[in-house]
């Protein structure tokens, strides 16, 4: 993969050139030419990213902050109005999301670690609310994860809307709690389908199932950090985090168990078998898998016009890998993956988001935390 850097000088091509804030780095890859240049940063550990139909960039900050931000670069100071928000550990403020009937309602969707009235636990929770000025209104916590742990790791949580409106939450199963995954007495290693205001859709696959929660969805996850509708069959697909291995991208279907931690790719921390295996009667496995793990984030499917070549592709970010993998779907398979960005931005990546006019945007995690685009360069 030959790497360009390009400045206002117009200066000649060279090789592995490292990336830099104060341009743009162009990438050759195997199916496209891309630049990538930073928009903004500044942000603490920017975690969800989601557009507003006037183009303007919504963005969580792990610890506690929601902010607009333009694709010029403009950063406006955090909204007020959040609720409490535990920004401990992999807690904090986490995923956004825009209602799909934007325009009639106004209303934001986000995602973030809720204590318990006395602060001892905390879990996963989902609010909606409605931008007015510099802060938020009628701020309605529509779903909360039950029930409530001592933990500070594996709170999830992406945010989804389905082709029918209905709003798909990703869970954790808390850490200390996987057992929980395999039973359906609470909300762990879950994900979960409500309606916006809340309420569970009457076609949930659990409604009627004696002591079950009757807004899961699927069960058998650990720490579930991207998620997407597939455009064409307008399917959810997930992308959870493995033990040490076994990171695994699954196609959420309703009702079936995907095996945490009973089947596992990966190993316990320090070396060690987890559960039973790769495979067991009555269990989904992956559609894809990574050993060793890349820690993948968040992911999006490809819809746009300005990579034509990467049309229908998924691209997911990773933490530890640094990577942004482009996968080559085909139907349900996973044709092959391409790694980019490690050696050319060198940073972790939270979250990869398809702007309206068809770029790619990525959040780095870090204190220091950016926005980069890719677009197209010949």
């Known amino acids: 993969m030959l790497t360009r850097t390009l400045t206002a000088l117009g200066l000649a091509a060279v090789l ?40 303007t960039m919504l963005v969580s900050e792990r610890a506690g902050n929601l902010r607009l931000v333009s694709t010029s670069g403009q950063i406006w100071p955090a909204l007020k109005g959040l609720p409490e928000i535990v920004a401990k550990g992999q807690g904090g403020l986490l995923d956004v999301a825009i209602d799909p009937d934007y325009a009639s309602n106004g209303r934001i969707y986000f995602s973030y670690s809720e204590p318990s009235e006395d ?45 029918d409106g209905t709003l798909f939450v990703t869970l954790g199963d808390r850490y200390s709690r996987k057992d929980d995954a395999q039973t359906l007495d609470n909300h762990h290693g879950k994900v979960v389908r409500i309606n916006t205001d809340g309420s569970v859709p009457a076609d949930n696959p659990f409604v009627d199932t004696e002591g079950a929660l009757p807004e899961i969805w699927s069960y058998g996850h650990r720490n579930m950090q991207g998620a997407a509708i597939h455009p064409q069959t307008g399917a959810l697909w997930s992308g959870e985090h493995g033990a040490q291995g076994g990171d ?8 079936l168990n995907y095996g945490w931690p009973v089947i596992t790719y990966g190993e316990d921390y320090g070396g060690g078998k987890i559960g ?3 495979k067991k009667e009555g269990m989904e496995t992956p559609v894809y898998y990574w050993l060793p793990s890349l820690a993948t984030a968040g992911l999006t499917f490809y819809t746009g016009d300005k990579f034509p070549d990467w049309q229908g592709d998924m691209f997911v970010a990773s933490l530890k890998g640094q990577t942004l993998s482009r996968l080559d779907i085909e139907g349900e398979r996973v044709l092959h993956e391409e790694r980019l960005l490690k050696d050319d931005v060198g940073k972790r990546l939270r979250h990869v988001v398809q702007g309206p006019e068809g770029y790619l945007y990525l959040l780095t995690d870090d204190s220091n935390g950016a926005i980069l685009r890719l677009s197209p360069e010949e």
């Open 16 to 55: 592995a050139a490292p990336f830099s804030a104060s341009g743009k780095t162009v990438i050759d890859s195997e199916r496209a030419s891309f630049a990538v240049e930073t928009i903004a940063e500044g942000l603490k550990n920017p975690w969800g990213l989601a557009f507003l139909p006037d183009g």
């Open 119 to 163: 602060g001892d636990t905390n879990s996963t929770a989902v609010a909606s609310a409605r931008i007015d000025d510099d802060q938020l209104v009628d701020v309605t916590r529509i779903f909360s994860q039950q029930p409530k742990v001592k933990s500070t790791s594996h709170f999830g949580s992406r945010l989804v809307f389905g082709s």
């Open 276 to 278: 039973e295996g790769f």
């Open 248 to 255: 695994e991208i699954n196609i959420d279907r309703a009702g």
